[in-house]
């Protein structure tokens, strides 16, 4: 009876995956290859297979079937009780938010996305704040619904981070700040290496080329994927068998094109090794965001801006650009994309400063979901705030509070997991590092085959049979531990600028 | 309370549409860009989206809507009208095969297609024959389940191309024949034009180059559609406003490429022309797969292949292949694209002997789903026909009977509406000489701007609003009549062959 039960329960969460599946195939071909005259079509079709999904999931009888299940756990395998216990926890939070509520939020969500484009393209803030501050407001209202115990933010923070919590990321950001804003002045007190040569001209047709073989390099299986062009690079995919990326490439900025690259390749690993089996189950998904931005962040930085990454790779580099390349070294590539620089925009911010940008935005989402802070008053508490950790000065709202899409998407609680991606990527690297005895030396000849193996074995093939926290502790003895970020930064910068 | 009805039917209509356009969206990229990891989840998410428009469209609340409407067709409009008519005719279609029988049906489609998959690689018909049985066992059914009068070959005829019988087809394939057999022992008897300059070795990205030149000429919009590579050359779309073709290039073979992309050109402006507004609305679809197929045909064969064409688009195709075609002139050109020769395969045939191949399947047709042949018997009975028809003879199976994909996917009643497009567009073509009294000379300028409008006016835009007999009525005054591809082909091979 439960065996029949859980088959039921497996197809139909499979059924919910192969339209979230087509979702995504939808918003691929937006991205890389449809024709402008398709948008409007193109958007009531995500809308309308985007219902359908929602409907399949929180079908009653859906839901009873899992109750049921979640009521008789022991009579399942311990694969099948992850599942089930995931997809209840999935299925209790939706409930708390009825379809009066997702409807309300959906549309002003679509409002707050359209005012933000406005608001970008006449570079003013205050045609987009109040539109904020609505969307504000039904966040609060979620956190409400949701239930959230010490801090309203907590309940936003779960739905992309479950387990994670203001008290923990208070404490990481505190130790943030105390290692990094005595690091970066030593650092900003000394010469800049010189990164000029990173915006030569790059042949785009060869750049190309040369970041497939980078890829290759790096064990992206391009039988179960593909690499296209997009204006904002990303990872999507259909099922493990089926991960793609896209990359930009910048005429004359081959760093864009090469660091994206290899973070979207990172993704796009950790979503082929999942379980093909698996498929639409949470055996067959991804942690969290920040574990899979722990991935994107330790093939792009641990790897892929290594002195041994360079040491293999920068022949090839000249290879594809004799021209550009012939006077430098591999030392000179490697300490130019390690340039540390204060900068407006996250997106292309250093691996150091990065944190500030997402410290900012942080500090910012808990006060506007206390009420603490309003909408209207937030350009200037962004603008002040970077002026104090980052000694800038903002004046374009494109360069300052406009230049993310993810509060216009409702998106409050996002931001945190790509710093604790960087922090669970230097925790796995160093715990990896640990197990392959000559990890450094391998990547130095240009292999980085037994690294896959090993984040495949202990992470990706695991899917949500661990936690996050659970996850860090199975591999590295112990949960997210900012140290491990700071040991990494110190010992690579104190070499590199000889602090 | 009419017009409230009719806006829930148009929403309901326009979301089965949603759904048809990303299934066909998952199978635009299977033939494009999926990694070949990809086909498995494919296959599912396909049949998972397939099964949700069909829930849809059969959901017994709509059937009840549209039953409504149409006994109160009176207080509509006539294009409101149209729609309610249309959609109640496939509704009482589908209605008459239960969820038990579409479902044992679709099994055995996936069963035949294997085998015939597995017949092609080994070449043994005998591998198949009798999972066709099968299938055309079903199709007998189908037909009896759906009701005909005179032959049970006019229900099957009836999806593709409604309003058309054996009794005209008959007629039709009659006149065919008295026609195109002296023709073409005529035609047989001169000395063949050279078309081995086709076969030179001409660049692939200066033919991709020289095929978006050729359907930009055509007036194809590319905001509004694209093109890329398939090993089979399709047409498909997600709503006018997205409308995209594919083609195939071969190194070897110019007129491969030049050809096909005229073709699914000729569809495309077809699809592109219709009422954007009217998405997935009667009112906004084509009329049959014989009126497609004839916008296909006019702009490949009277356009494409006609001398006037040549005249100015001859120089196009030097300037990409000066060296391939320095020796030649526009008239060598014209004459080598009008080849005819006897040929095995269906696809590759020329504009009169292609007659035979669906006249060929058309008599097996008949003859399996009344049961006067077996398909035991049926590859004996094609190779005859070759031999009789067009003086070949067949070996290998995949030359032969086997060549098609059609009979493995149940679509029994489908070929006739190639050669019914080809005599519809000689038929239009002729009206629309008549409706433009320089057509050949603009043409020869390289201005088709005033054909297009012409089809755009008298056929595109209409949707649905006439039948395929209604429409020819409408434009020529007359219903299907095939003496006007005997008039065209007469003329033109008669000066080409010098008869």
Redesign the interface.
Known sequence: MTKANYQGFVQQL??VF??Q??IA??NW?QET??????A???S??I???SA?AHELFTDPAFKSLVRTLNDNLDSLSTSEQVNIKETYKQIARAEKLDAAFVSKRSECISATYQSWIKARAEKNYSIYEQQLQQLIELKKEEADRIGYTDHPYNALLEEFEPGMDCKQLDRIFQGVKDHLNPLLKQILAKAAPDDGFMRRNYDKDKQWDFGIDLLKGMGY??????Q?LSIHPFTTG??A??I?VTTRVNEHNLASMVWSCIHEGGHALYEQGLPSAD?GLPTGKYISLGIHESQSRLWENHVGRSSAYWNHNFKLAQSYFPEQLHDLGAHEFYAACNKIEASPIRTEADELTYHFHVMIRYEIEKELITGNLSTKDAEAYWNEAYKTYLGLNISDPNQGILQDIHWSLGSLGYFPTYSIGSFYAAQFYAAAGQAIEDLELQIAQGDTSQLLSWLQQRIYEQGMHYSAEELAIAITGEPLNYDYFKAYTAKKYGALYDL
Chains 1, 2 share one sequence.
Request: hydrophobic content about 25%.
């Open positions: 499979q059924k192969d339209v599946a087509s195939l939808l071909d290859y449809m024709p402008k005259g398709g409007a079509q193109r009531r079709q809308s309308t297979l359908y299986d391009f039988d179960r994927g593909r296209d259909f099922g068998d089926d793609r498929y």
